[in-house]
């Protein structure tokens, strides 16, 4: 029994809060009352703090009485957060997938004689941890992940509710997509190069670029062939570029109302928000990992598949089962003494270590998130 | 040659001071200096002046001394003005197109001993006049017109420039469309009913409902089908409809930023304006005018087709060639003392008369504005 403290009461920092309080003493901060009495009525156990990540004091003060944090703020409070975390010499899982390299901040955790496990979601997550694993065992020419978060029911035109922050769905349709092809690193438009691919039980899906490969960029660059692409209901994705073509995703300023000027994407974000909204409906989570190569000189090719939904009797969504349970896996098995290296480590480095990889998976399995792996 | 003075100084405006200029005195009054030095620099013969139609009195002291009005302002500001220039007892012909009834003003134009003649450019306009016309002719059992202005190269992906006012084309997409059917009015959400249809010299076109029959509701009440339907490339519909679903056509004033609240409306009609501007570049007008029925106990079928593009040798638009020269024949038609009654008039009754028909077709005929007769 340990003490840990959430940053973060989102959906997914929420579900993970629940998920701790069944084996340790946890409390969960955010600076949204609302939310923390939210997760405080669904599990009592459970002690709230209100906390502004963005005063480092407070922050610094809040989290000194804990064995490990657990970090599930929004992306573009990620990387601050992560820092005053590790400058307060404490050992942390992180989630908020902020934008900045999270390697930068890996002689920061050495000097400070810090652990942080950053990235360890689902996706980003669970595909590098299994690219970690097969690296291990394989010689890998291509890996490439396909991944989304899909409601249950669509809804025209854009089919689409957004499982986590909206801001971060906008960020995957603007952000140009890398992606390394023979070696050399492609950069295309976000929304490029869309194809249909077929998922046992959903049917078809349109995947496009994204630029989801993060870390691995760097930590596995002895891969030819490394991609990430955004799984959509087909359809949404030419809708969307109707949108970004026409303007509607311009971050200039260009926006004049009484006096007062902003940006296209600033509104579309609100208006798109508000279509987007997942409300208290059942939404899945679907993965294909598929890595390519060679073993004892023989061609191999491993997928592994997730196709989970949302928990009807806990409310809880399967965005954040799949992207909670991962990082709350990674929080046992920090605890368990299972990983003692100093630094910043994203889960492929993880990976590395077959018991962490199987504690891992065990524990997803044991919360009915289950990877289907097929070897050929 | 008499004074006349032309209120707005638009693409129409302009084009139709231009034309005017050569047989007539013409003032071109509008708010805007630029635009109005603009068409000065094309016609050194017209007359500027600054004048804000808001300010009734001064509308009123400036037309006082014409002979005839040319009102060509903005559909929100259309109908103040016509009231305001019947009350100063000036005979006017208006194509300001506003969403008020102009037949409201039928009893002030009497009392004034004015004659209004309103709507009368290309749709509404010509296919008034032409319905107006036949019906004096035969027994009309329907009457459709479809119509609309396009740019000549297509852009992906709206393939739309707008011609005219672009809050005038987002009012024809938000306001619901009416028309009549087997005798019962029919209102419908706009856009719907999408067919596509071929037009020679263009291919095909795609065709919705849209609230364009305006006066003849009232005025011919006795004729079982009419409807209007606006053109468009192929596609377009579609992706106004995205947006329209998706809550950008809102009217609700939802959106905050910064202590200023808007709604999505507002903002989408300025991003779409910039992607919708026209620049000088070439464009097409389009319309089709159905009319069915009996001409002495057998089927007729008479159609009226229209193609106009742009005028490169003046640089004047083929919206403004269509719109603008049916409002400066009705002028001329109007100064010969060819319509002599009192009251308003939209071009359905103008068309009653053969001899006023002819006159603006062959003005228009004229000016290279050519409708193809086609009965069957």
Not at 80 to 85: H, N, Q, S, V, W
Not at 132 to 160: D, H, Q
Not at 226 to 238: A, D, S, V, W
Not at 291 to 316: F, S
Request: proline residues 4%; hydrophobic residues 40%; charged residues 25%.
């Amino acid at each position: 029994m340990s003490k840990i403290i959430v940053l973060g009461a989102g959906m997914v920092g929420s579900a993970m809060a629940m998920d701790l309080a069944d084996q340790h003493t946890v409390v969960l901060a955010d600076i949204n009352k609302e939310r923390l009495a939210y997760t405080k009525h669904k599990k009592e156990a459970i002690t709230i703090q209100v906390l502004d990540v963005n005063k480092k004091k407070e922050l610094q003060d809040a989290i000194s009485d804990f064995d490990l944090v657990l970090c599930a703020v929004p992306g573009f409070l990620g990387y601050e957060t992560l820092k005053a975390i590790i400058e307060a010499k404490k050992n942390v899982i992180d989630i908020s997938f902020f934008p900045e390299d999270s390697l930068s901040l890996h002689e920061l955790a050495i000097e400070n004689n810090v652990t942080a496990i950053v990235d360890i979601g689902v996706a980003p997550g669970m595909d590098n941890l299994i690219l970690g694993r097969l690296n291990e065992e394989m010689t890998i020419s291509s890996f490439a992940c396909y991944v989304g978060g899909l409601p249950k029911i669509k809804k025209w035109p854009f089919n689409y509710k957004a499982p986590f922050s909206p801001v971060d769905v906008i960020e995957e349709y603007t952000r140009p997509a890398r992606y390394v092809e023979n070696g050399n690193l492609v950069v295309k438009p976000a929304l490029s190069d869309v194809e249909l691919m077929e998922f046992d039980g959903i049917g078809t899906l349109e995947a496009f670029n994204s630029d989801g490969l993060r870390s691995i960029i760097q930590t596995m660059s002895h891969i030819p062939n490394m991609i990430e692409k955004t799984l959509r209901y087909p359809g949404h994705c030419e809708y969307i570029r109707v949108l970004k073509e026409s303007g509607f995703f311009s971050e200039e300023e260009s926006l004049t109302f009484n006096g007062i000027t902003t940006s296209p994407l600033a509104l579309t974000s609100k208006i798109l928000f508000k279509e987007w909204k997942l409300g208290d409906e059942e939404e899945l989570t679907v993965m294909r990992v598929l890595v390519e190569g060679k073993q004892n000189g023989k061609d191999k090719r491993v997928t592994y598949d997730l196709l989970d939904h949302y928990d009807k009797k806990t409310a809880i969504s399967s965005m954040s089962r799949c992207t909670g349970y991962t990082a709350t896996a990674a929080v046992n098995m920090y605890l368990n003494g299972m990983w003692k290296e100093k630094g910043v480590f994203p889960p492929e480095l993880i990976g590395k270590d077959k018991d962490c990889f199987n504690f891992i998976l065990e524990y997803l399995f044991q919360r009915g998130v289950v990877y289907a792996v097929t070897e050929n």
